[in-house]
Structure formats: C-alpha cells, structure tokens
C-alpha cells in the first residue's frame, strides 16, 4: 500500500535526519515532498498508458471520479495540517527523492487466514 510505504519512509528518514532536525517538524514536511513525487510518478504513467491504448482512456476516466473524491478526502485532511513556520524545504526535498522509492504497484495485504 502506497500510503503505508510513504509512512514508513517518513519514519526511517526522520531517525536518520534526527540530529539535524527534531522529527515532528520533518515528518510531515517529507510526506508531503514524498506525496507529490508519487503523484507525479502516477500522473506520467498514466499518461503514458493514455498515449499507448486508446482503450485505457475510458478506464481511466471511468475511474475519475474515484481518484478525485479520494484527493478530495486526502487533501482535506493534509490542510488541517498549519506548518506555518515549521516548513521545511530541505525536508520536503528529500521526500520528494524517496518517492521514488515507492512502488505503485504494491497492493494492500490482507491478513491470514488461520
């Protein structure tokens, strides 16, 4: 799961990062670096899906409306969040670079079966 995997990367590089900023004020500035270069990442897959099947289009507009109440959701959320003074350009950077370590494909796992 994406959102899990930002999480997790936030985590790790806010213990790397913790003599050099206080991980409250990072956290959340690297989420949000890290966010953006994942939806970055899915914008230019899925124009490139749009560019190489015709058909994908009417999936991926069908699926829009989806994508757009989710932002909506997320997004509603992140601006309850004021990091007024606390922003961090070096932290959002160095989210920005993570995400590319996310994989998009990843799915979200279920628990097993006993």
């Known amino acids: 799961m ?4 930002i999480y997790r990367l936030g985590v790790e590089a806010s213990r790397e990062n913790a003599a050099l900023m206080h991980p ?3 956290r959340p500035n690297f989420w949000i670096g890290c966010a953006r270069r ?4 899915l914008f230019w897959k899925r ?3 749009d ?4 058909k994908v289009t009417a999936i991926v507009l069908s699926s829009e ?3 757009e109440a989710y932002t909506e959701r997320v997004y509603k959320e992140l ?5 007024g003074q606390n922003t961090s350009k070096w932290a959002t950077a160095l989210g920005y670079e993570a995400g590319d370590e ?13």
């Open 51 to 54: 560019r190489k099947n015709e």
């Open 2 to 5: 994406v959102k899990g995997q």
């Open 102 to 114: 996310v994989d998009l494909e990843a799915k979200k796992s279920l628990p097993e079966e006993v």
């Open 38 to 41: 994942v939806s970055d990442l």
């Open 65 to 67: 409306a989806m994508n």
């Open 79 to 83: 601006k309850t969040v004021k990091l």
């Open 24 to 26: 409250l004020k990072f």
């Open 47 to 49: 124009f490139d899906l």
